[in-house]
T-cell receptor
Framework: EAQVTQNPRYLITVTGKKLTVTCSQN?????MSWYRQDPGLGLRQIYY???????DKGDVPEGYKVSRKEKRNFPLILESPSPNQTSLYFC??????????FGSGTRLTVV | AQTVTQSQPEMSVQEAETVTLSCTYD???????LFWYKQPPSRQMILVIR??????QNATENRFSVNFQKAAKSFSLKISDSQLGDAAMYFC????????????FGGGTRLMVKP
């Protein structure tokens, strides 16, 4: 089954404790991206990757890092999480930006 | 920068009736894609319908259809014969010709379906 797998589904952490949210896709898509969803704001892009070792900032990149060492994986890293990063996060992959497949989301709470 | 506006934070519809969700967008591009996504309580983002701007014909998918008015920059979603399973958040999204293939989303409309 074609899918994007995100883990964990829920995460509660403390301010400043580094964390990684994993994302993996099995569709051989070159394009992958991360979004955060906040009430009333819809989803906003954090980072994207057009291919292995090619990443760039989206609309709200502050406080986040990504890496793309393999085509299938695109982890999101929060080096020093803060409460304003409490949000619902989605990973997505796409074939040339025409069709997007989203992961099931990660609910992150930073206390 | 492109913006997408959904002016109805919440809508309700009676089961079996028809409802229309509104979406407007702002862009200077002539070639782009528009999407409607459904997000049920499971949080999964599900593609409902897609419209290419160069196509004049409105997209349809079973009970779902759009009214795409390019000059007015309007992209409304019509749900016919509403079912209880249609209850969800609906997001309108725009994708232009940007390097990141970024989707720009509206704030969402919560649709409630009354039995």
């Amino acid at each position: 089954e074609a899918q994007v797998t995100q883990n964990p589904r829920y995460l509660i952490t403390v301010t400043g404790k580094k964390l990684t949210v994993t994302c993996s896709q099995n569709m051989n898509h070159e394009y992958m991206s991360w979004y955060r969803q906040d009430p009333g704001l819809g989803l906003r892009q954090i980072y994207y990757s057009m291919n292995v070792e090619v990443t760039d900032k989206g609309d709200v990149p502050e406080g986040y890092k990504v890496s793309r060492k393999e085509k299938r994986n695109f982890p999101l890293i929060l080096e020093s999480p803060s409460p304003n990063q409490t949000s619902l996060y989605f990973c997505a992959s796409s074939f040339r930006g025409y069709g997007y497949t989203f992961g099931s989301g990660t609910r992150l709470t930073v206390v | 920068a492109q913006t997408v506006t959904q002016s109805q934070p919440e809508m309700s519809v009676q089961e079996a009736e028809t409802v229309t969700l509104s979406c407007t967008y702002d862009t200077s591009e002539s070639d782009y894609y528009l999407f409607w996504y459904k997000q049920p309580p499971s949080r999964q983002m599900i593609l409902v319908i897609r419209q290419e701007a160069y196509k004049q014909q409105n997209a349809t998918e079973n009970r779902f259809s759009v009214n795409f008015q390019k000059a007015a920059k309007s992209f409304s979603l019509k749900i016919s014969d509403s079912q209880l399973g249609d209850a969800a958040m609906y997001f309108c999204a725009y994708r232009g010709n940007n390097a990141g293939n970024m989707l720009t989303f509206g704030g969402g409309t919560r649709l409630m379906v009354k039995p």
